[in-house]
Nanobody, 122 residues
């Protein structure tokens, strides 16, 4: 079965950087597919951060453009999110997710989710 496991979260000072990873197992990367990073802060709704599709096309939320970069290593079956110039507002649990199809408008279409990794900026 499909499993997504995030890692790499932690505590960092304002202006610092982190890279979070998401290892995918049990899935054959048939195109089209879409992988995404989402985050949820305490008391807030989950929001989309970035997506990447089977063609390597990426998109980012306006709030993280120029600071966060999504990428993938298909050999290692791993999705990454590089977080630079972090702000306190970036504090959240970061989740990766996988959708079998083109990147959807809504996050609830993603069928497979990881358990999340905490990022704290102070």
């Amino acid at each position: 079965h499909v499993q997504l496991v995030e890692s790499g979260g932690g505590s960092v000072q304002v202006g610092g950087s982190l890279r979070v990873s998401c290892e995918v197992s049990g899935y054959t990367a048939d195109k089209p597919y879409c992988m995404g990073w989402f985050r949820q802060a305490p008391g807030e709704e989950r929001e989309g951060v970035a997506t990447i599709d089977g063609n390597g096309d990426t998109s980012c939320a306006d709030s993280v453009k120029g600071r966060f970069t999504i990428s993938e290593d298909n050999v290692k079956n791993t999705l990454y999110l590089q977080l630079n110039n972090l702000e306190p507002e970036d504090t959240a649990i970061y989740y990766c997710a996988l959708h079998r199809g083109f990147c959807p408008e809504r996050s609830d279409v993603f069928a497979f989710w990881g358990q999340g990794t905490q990022v704290t900026v102070s």
